[in-house]
């Protein structure tokens, strides 16, 4: 899947990156890359937020999935040959109950359920004990789960080649004692100290695991978070957005068109008013090729998961020259309009860089405060506090 891409070390400052192999054009898929292990954000679950346990696919049809976040169980959707959801499919793993839409290559690195060997009668309950203890201290928006962190453990514990898989794991980027510290601040907040350690407690009396006993002392146990934290790649899916976008392919004679158009303009406004911006089925996953992309504020390529489940799209949006580096974004569309200071705030607060793409290089003599739009819509800004106190210093 990797042939037109391939990861490179770059330099210590920047670590690895990833290259073209050859010439790339504008629309065309660089790669689609299936995740080591991934996993559905626990408030996101908790929430009725019904997606496969191992691929992420939602489970709800688009006319169930709209009916929950509109809180309207009457409504019809038109068109419903075109949700392709195939509920007939689906099964329940039979030993820890969650749903499937598909069969695990393996039968519970997907899942968390033990083979009989690894369980212990309280096994359920300490991952439910670490599940909440993780939801209480990681509020929505969420960003990382402690559940993925798991996912690496069974996945290890049940794996026949047990160092390929740690191997695996360990070309994830690693961060320094001080910027592991960081990122789990970012995550937990104040607290972050005794919550880490609470979280690490419960970790290992769930999954205890010799092999892995590194990853369970406090110094391996924060690194495995940060790793976590640090290259966890945001999925969505939805049946509903796959049934616009199928309704969106539909020839239909005009008129029919401007009422369809119509009525999902609608549903959207109304799904917003009752539940917000939360539509998707929300997890993370960490993809080897795709954590070695580098970001830049005008990227060559883009992220994408048109299949409704956990398989990346990397797809170029400019014309890519063999042995060009290839970059994605980690701003949005948004973020990336805002100025090279509010652009790097925000890089550096979540990333713990500076950018130096050439955008920001052209940039570089602007002065170091934001856009008057900026200020504008947000009053008594984070950046005018940050500004403040570089001036202090």
């Given at each position: ?33 299936r ?91 300490l ?51 001080n ?14 100290k ?68 119509a ?17 998707n ?18 990227p ?57 793409c ?36």
């Amino acid at each position: 899947a990797g042939a037109a891409a391939e990861a490179r070390f770059i330099s210590s400052a920047k670590g690895k990156g990833l290259f073209a192999t050859k010439n790339i054009r504008k629309g065309e898929t660089v790669f689609v890359e299936r995740p080591v292990v991934s996993s559905q954000f626990l408030w996101n679950a908790l929430y009725n937020y019904r997606a496969c346990d191992h691929c992420l696919r939602a489970l709800e049809t688009a006319e169930e999935n709209a009916q929950r976040l509109l809180g309207k169980s009457s409504l019809v959707l038109p068109h419903p040959e075109q949700c392709s959801i195939r509920k007939d499919l689906h099964q329940q793993c039979p030993r820890c109950q969650v749903q499937l839409c598909c069969r695990p290559d393996h039968s519970y690195g997907s899942c968390l359920c033990l083979p009989p060997a690894f369980h212990s009668p309280a096994s359920p309950d300490l991952l439910s004990s670490l599940s909440e203890s993780h939801r209480n201290m990681h509020y929505p928006p969420e960003t990382s789960s402690i559940m993925l962190m798991a996912r690496m453990v069974a996945t290890i514990k049940q794996a026949k080649d047990k160092e390929w898989w740690v191997k695996a794991f360990s070309q994830f980027c690693s961060k320094t004692a001080n910027e592991e510290e960081e990122i789990v601040h970012k995550l937990l907040g104040d607290k972050f100290k005794g919550q880490l350690e609470l979280l690490r407690l419960l970790f290992t009396e769930a999954l205890y695991d010799e092999y892995l006993s590194r990853w369970f002392t406090p110094e391996g146990f924060r690194s495995l978070f940060a790793l976590v934290g640090t290259n966890g790649q945001g999925i969505g899916t939805s049946s509903l957005s796959q049934w616009v976008h199928a309704c969106d392919a539909l020839d239909l004679p005009m008129l029919q068109r401007e009422e369809l158009d119509a009525f999902i303009d609608q549903l959207y406004k109304d799904i917003e008013k009752e539940s917000g911006e939360f539509l998707n089925c929300e997890g993370s996953g960490l993809y080897v090729l795709q954590s070695c992309c580098n970001h830049s504020c005008i990227p060559n390529a883009e992220t994408s998961f048109p299949e409704n489940n956990f398989l990346l799209h990397l797809t170029a949006l400019e014309d890519i020259e063999a042995g060009e580096e290839i970059c994605i974004s980690y701003l949005d569309c948004c973020q990336r309009e805002r100025s090279r200071h509010s652009r790097n705030k925000i890089l550096r607060e979540n990333y713990l860089f500076t950018c130096s793409c050439p955008k920001c290089l052209a940039q570089a003599d602007d002065a170091d405060v934001t856009s008057d739009e900026e200020e504008e819509g947000e009053g008594e800004t984070d950046d005018a506090e940050l500004e403040d106190e570089m001036t202090d210093v």
